[in-house]
C-alpha cells in the first residue's frame, strides 16, 4: 500500500543521506494537488526554491505557470516534485550517487499521488523516469507508456528561458499534453462506464 505525502515527508524529515545537507538551505519536498491527474518532475532546487522551501517559484516557474494555461491546466491542480530534494551547489547537474540516494522518496511520491500522466521535465527527470541513457532533445514531445502512466518529456522551463528558440517547441508540447489529459480522461469515463454496465444486476 502507499504511503501518505505526509509520512513521506515525516520520514525525510531534515535529511542528511548526502553531502547536498551541507549546503541547502531548506529540503524542497514537492507542492500541488494530492489527488493529481498530471504530475510534474524536474531535477532539483534552484536558488529561489532553495529559499523557498517550494519547487518552481523562481523565474522557471513563472514561465511554467503560463505554459499550463496552454495545457488547459492551474498550478492548482497539478503536483511538482524534483528527483533530489536539494539544491546542488550553483545548480551544477545531479550527481548519480545523490540520484540514488534521494529518488526512493520521489518514487513514494508517485505512488502515492498515483497521477495518469508524469511530465518530465529535462533531462535528468526523463532519464530517470523512463530509465534510458537518451537525452531530452531526442524524446521530447513524445508520449510514452510506462506502467499505468502517460509519460511525456518536455524541455526544462529554464533551458527554454535561456534558449528562445526552444520556447515555441515548449508551447507545442503542452498543446500536446492537453490534448493527452482530454484523452486519458475519455479512456477513464468509458472504462468506469463499462465497469459500472458490469456490475448491474
Ligand atoms: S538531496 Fe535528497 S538524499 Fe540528499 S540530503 Fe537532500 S533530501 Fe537527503
Known amino acids: ?13 531534515e535529511c542528511r543521506r548526502c553531502s547536498l545537507c551541507d549546503t541547502r538551505t531548506t529540503v524542497v519536498f514537492g507542492v500541488g494537488n494530492h489527488d493529481a491527474e498530471v504530475m510534474f518532475i524536474g531535477e532539483a532546487p534552484g536558488k529561489q526554491e532553495d529559499l523557498g522551501a517550494e519547487p518552481f517559484i523562481g523565474a522557471a516557474g513563472k514561465y511554467l505557470n503560463e505554459l499550463l494555461q496552454l495545457a488547459g ?3 492548482e491542480e497539478i503536483y511538482i516534485a524534483n528527483v533530489l530534494k536539494c539544491r546542488p551547489p550553483e545548480n551544477r547537474d545531479p550527481q548519480p550517487a545523490e540520484i540514488e540516494i534521494c529518488s526512493p522518496f520521489l518514487r513514494e511520491q508517485v505512488r502515492a499521488i498515483a ?8 533531462n535528468f527527470a526523463t532519464r530517470f523516469i523512463l530509465r534510458t541513457d537518451r537525452g531530452i532533445t531526442g524524446l521530447r ?5 510506462t506502467g499505468p502512466f502517460s ?3 518536455i524541455f526544462h522551463p529554464a533551458a527554454a ?5 526552444k520556447q515555441p517547441l515548449m508551447e507545442q508540447d503542452f498543446r500536446l499534453l492537453g490534448r493527452l489529459i482530454e484523452t486519458r480522461r475519455f479512456e ?9 454496465c458490469e456490475e448491474q444486476p
Not at 1 to 13: N, Q
Not at 141 to 145: D, F, L, P, S
Request: charged share 20%; aromatic share 2%.
Open 1 to 13: 500500500m502507499a504511503k501518505s505525502l505526509a509520512d513521506i515527508r515525516a520520514e525525510l524529515g
Open 73 to 75: 491546466l492551474t498550478r
Open 115 to 122: 497521477p495518469q500522466i508524469i511530465v518530465t521535465l529535462g
Open 141 to 145: 514531445g513524445q508520449i510514452q507508456i
Open 151 to 153: 509519460v511525456l518529456p
Open 161 to 165: 528561458i535561456y534558449d528562445r528558440l
Open 188 to 196: 477513464k469515463n468509458n472504462v468506469d462506464k463499462t465497469t459500472l
